[in-house]
């Protein structure tokens, strides 16, 4: 898959995103970072910090809602714990969160970007090189 293509797909995945979103579905990151780098992506809604509440409390207030959960920490080591805690603990309620949105995505930019925060980064930096643009990457 060419470069173009892989922006592409990413940027139909944040649409994906976009629109679970709109919909009322809570997108649960990490931290403030990830939730801005989104916000500048145009994913707006309830997006709720992972690491700024104890799990159980993330969980139980997940719970009560009987929302749509869509999964989106980092793809780091930390990022795949926390996805796998929450997501465990989400089922034990009868909550299936959606994760297969986090594994497209994963396996579009693991080797440029690691986690939420630098999608931002990554596309508009990808935007400008296709345009013939030299760019550091950052």
Do not use: C, F
């Not at 997006?47 to 139980?60: E, G, K, R, S, W």
């Amino acid at each position: 898959m060419d470069e173009l293509e892989r922006l592409e797909l990413v940027e139909e995945l944040l649409d994906e995103i976009r629109e679970h979103a709109e919909s009322g579905a809570l997108i649960i990151v990490e931290g403030r970072r990830d939730r801005n780098t989104l916000n500048r992506l145009g994913i707006d809604g309830e997006i709720l910090l992972a690491t700024h509440m104890p799990l159980l409390d993330l969980v139980d207030g997940i719970a009560l809602e009987q929302r749509e959960v869509v999964m989106l920490t980092d793809w780091d080591r930390g990022g795949n714990e926390l996805a796998a805690r929450i997501s465990r603990h989400l089922r034990a309620q009868g909550i299936m969160p959606n994760v297969e949105l986090r594994g497209r995505l994963r396996t579009l930019v693991q080797k440029k970007v690691k986690d939420v925060e630098g999608l931002y980064t990554y596309i508009m930096n990808q935007r400008l090189m296709l345009r013939g643009v030299d760019v550091m990457w950052s």
